[in-house]
């Protein structure tokens, strides 16, 4: 199944690497497979605030991320259509192998 391992090829190997913003989304989309509040995605995928603020937006509008609430709480989960997009993403990943 999906992990955040799925894709090294794309990850590269140095500490300066910069990721690309698909590598990005992929990241925050597998994080959120089964729900996660906005500050555990901001640490566990590395982003500051200010760049997660730049794609939670983008992917609830795409309807890749959906939100809901829990305890006062938003959270944010991975929808189908996300699903779909790692998996075009990982065959896409597989091609560069």
Do not use: H
């Amino acid at each position: 199944m999906l992990s955040r391992s799925l894709f090294p090829q794309l990850r590269g190997n140095g500490a300066r690497f910069r990721r690309d913003s698909f590598i990005i989304i992929s990241d925050i989309l597998l994080l959120a497979i089964s729900g996660m509040r906005k500050t555990e995605l901001m640490c566990k995928a590395g982003l500051s605030s200010e760049q997660l603020n730049k794609y939670l937006p983008k992917l609830s509008r795409s309807e890749l991320l959906e939100t809901s609430r829990e305890k006062r709480r938003i959270v944010y989960t991975t929808t189908e259509k996300g699903k779909n997009f790692l998996q075009a993403f990982e065959e896409l990943a597989k091609l560069l192998d």
